[in-house]
């Protein structure tokens, strides 16, 4: 996927990966990498960076916890209220954009494939 | 050797506040600790587990910026912020370090100025102007007995000039005056062709004399005898600004280089003429031959043998050239162990004017002539206002509160050629180092 593309909606993905659950980073990737079929291949350290702002931002809450399976804590990330109103608007936002940008790449789509077999 | 994961860590966290950098190197270990060891499962080495995993997270500098927020990661960042500092760094340096200190130092007459081939033997003092010294004002006393406290207040004229500013320089930028005295019979000499009298307008005791470059024909004083021109010494100066190696070499010098205070008298010299002139004038009474550029000038010298003052005479010879035609002198004559005193005083604000030069050939007008003349004049109106708002100037310094050497500084007494009479200079009193 196109990295610029990828910046664009990392907030969103996160904030969605976290909606349900605390999760702590490696297990958001893994998150994300399941629920995207892969799509969202970013460098792992990037994760973290983003994160951080999400928690500067107060939509992202972080503590550490003892691993269940032992081993180091981890820190653990979970959804604030306010990140979740944010989702909220984030998803409604998404939602706008990308019926706009179905509409618009399916007419083009179209009318490419109209003046296609007309010429042919 | 740091592992691969030390390096990442700590460049990834460099520059983040202590607490936080301590925060993220724990959650970056742990996701680094948590690869490297399912990488071990999978069956790659330590040192290549421990590899994958830092390629895994991707370049470390993207990363250290996003945490940081800011751009000072990038190399030119930082060579651009060195660069910045070190430029500002060598500006307030080349402002502040090296300024040359104010002071008045006494030059040797044989190492004056290049101006001095032009004017003959001189005396000068180099005088490092104060920042906000816009006008200088030069009174030269005359009178017996200095050194015992009984200076006649015979002559205070001032003399105002306009230096240039020095506004939009660096603070190390300093105005320096090189102040040099002449004999008035070689300033004569070399009379430039236009020139204009002096003019005073009497404040209190004081002459204010206006100043128009060179001043070769001084007008008589005769409404006030008691204030008259001390013409035997003629004067001149050249000013430039100096920098830094000039003012490296007088950092250290704390005898002739110490704050100048504005609107205070400050005794440049202590002249001894020695009497000789008055004399030689005394005995000859006929003719005194100063040589120009055109030729001899012929000047008849009439002065009073009691007092030795206020000697003046003009006579234009038949023949010279208009330049030199409407010659006059006006010379004071010096009785024996009279002392001169000169003073500059320097202020911010000033009055001036500038007197309409007289036309090469044009005869000398007459006082009342020539006052009213200016009277005409709104420029010469403005200025006499400017003189009635102008602060009384200070009294004058005594001598023994400044205090000069006993030895001349300079002894012209054996060597009067330039001169046109001898006598002896001398400089203040050096303060006691401690």
Not at chain 2, 92 to 99: E, I, K, R
């Amino acid at each position: 996927m196109n990295a610029k593309l990828k910046a664009g909606t990392l907030d969103l993905i996160l904030l969605a990966v976290l909606e349900s659950q605390a999760l702590y980073g490696l297990e958001i990737l893994k998150e994300v990498n399941t629920r995207t079929q892969g799509s969202f291949d970013f460098k792992e350290g990037s994760l973290y960076p983003a994160l951080h702002r999400l928690v500067k931002a107060g939509w992202v809450h972080s503590h550490w916890q003892d691993s269940t399976v032992g081993g180091a804590p981890r820190k653990y990330y979970e959804l604030t209220d306010k990140g979740a109103k944010a989702l909220l608007e984030k998803k409604a936002e998404w939602s706008r954009f990308s019926s706009a940008l179905d509409a618009l790449v399916k007419l083009g789509l179209t009318q490419e494939g109209w003046i296609y077999g007309f010429t042919s | 050797m740091a592992s691969p994961l030390d390096n990442y860590i700590r460049k990834a966290t460099r520059g983040l506040p202590r607490d936080k950098r301590l925060d993220t190197a724990s959650e970056l270990r742990v996701h680094l600790n948590a690869r490297v060891q399912k990488l071990l499962l999978e069956g790659f080495s330590k040192e290549e587990a421990e590899y994958l995993a830092v390629e895994g997270m991707g370049p470390v500098e993207p990363l250290n910026r996003r945490f940081l927020g800011h751009v000072f990661t990038y190399r030119t960042g930082w060579v651009s912020l060195a660069a910045l500092v070190l430029g500002l760094g060598v500006l307030w340096a080349s402002q502040t370090l090296f300024v040359p200190p104010t002071g008045i130092e006494l030059v040797s007459t044989e190492s004056a100025l290049p101006i001095r081939e032009m004017l003959g033997k001189s005396a000068a003092v180099k005088i490092t102007l104060p920042r906000n010294a816009r006008f200088m004002h030069r009174v030269k006393k005359l009178g017996n007995e200095v050194k015992g406290e009984k200076l006649t207040d015979l002559f205070s004229g001032v003399d105002v000039t306009d230096l240039s500013s020095v506004d939009f320089l660096p603070d190390n930028f300093k105005v320096e005056v090189d102040f040099n005295l002449t004999a008035s019979v070689t300033q004569i000499a070399k009379c430039a062709e236009h020139s204009s009298p002096f003019y005073s307008s009497y404040r209190g005791n004081m002459a204010f004399t206006t100043y128009s470059g060179w001043d070769c024909i001084p007008m008589p004083q005769g409404h006030r005898p008691d204030i008259s021109n001390l013409s035997a010494f003629g004067w001149s100066f050249q000013e430039r600004r100096i920098f830094l190696r000039r003012g490296l070499s007088r950092v250290f010098d704390k005898v002739h280089y110490k704050p100048i205070e504005m609107n205070t008298w400050i005794p440049l010299f202590l002249y001894q003429p020695m009497g000789m002139l008055r004399n030689e004038y005394a005995a000859n009474e006929e003719t005194f031959r100063p040589e120009s550029p055109e030729g001899p000038i012929t000047e008849e010298l009439n002065m009073d043998p009691e007092t030795g003052l206020d000697a003046e005479t003009a006579l234009a010879p038949e023949g010279a050239p208009p330049s030199t035609r409407s010659g006059s002198l006006s010379a004071s004559m010096f009785p024996p162990k009279d002392w001169v005193v000169y003073y500059v005083m320097f202020t911010e604000d000033g009055c001036e004017f500038t007197p309409p030069k007289l036309a090469a050939g044009t005869p000398i007008p007459t006082e009342e002539e020539y006052e009213q003349f200016m009277e005409a004049s709104d420029e010469y109106k403005n200025y006499e206002k400017c003189l009635d708002d102008f602060p009384e100037p200070p009294p004058l310094p005594t001598i023994q509160d400044v205090g000069f050497s006993d030895d001349p500084l300079a002894d012209y007494s054996e060597d009067d050629s330039d001169w046109g009479f001898p006598l002896r200079l001398f400089e203040r009193r050096k303060p006691a180092m401690n």
